[in-house]
């Protein structure tokens, strides 16, 4: 079982309801980006690679004209 279904577990008990409800999953997302963070802090080059990686892909779909 994974630590975000644990959590998620826990918190629907002690809640007392069978379903996540809006702040359950809230903090499930910030769980997870608190993971997503970390790990592009403690893997900084990869991370730097990867984020090129993926600009050059999307660069060649979006021009000055039409981004956001």
């Known amino acids: 079982m994974s630590v975000k279904s644990t959590h ?5 008990n002690e809640l007392g309801i069978d379903i996540n409800n809006e ?25 730097k690679f990867y984020s090129m990686q993926l600009s050059n892909i999307l660069g060649k779909y979006i021009n000055k004209n039409n981004s956001f």
Do not use: P, R
């Open 8 to 12: 998620s577990k826990y918190l629907k």
């Open 23 to 47: 702040d359950i999953v809230e903090l499930m997302y910030e769980i997870q980006s608190g993971s997503y963070i970390n790990f592009v802090e403690n893997n900084m080059e990869s991370s």
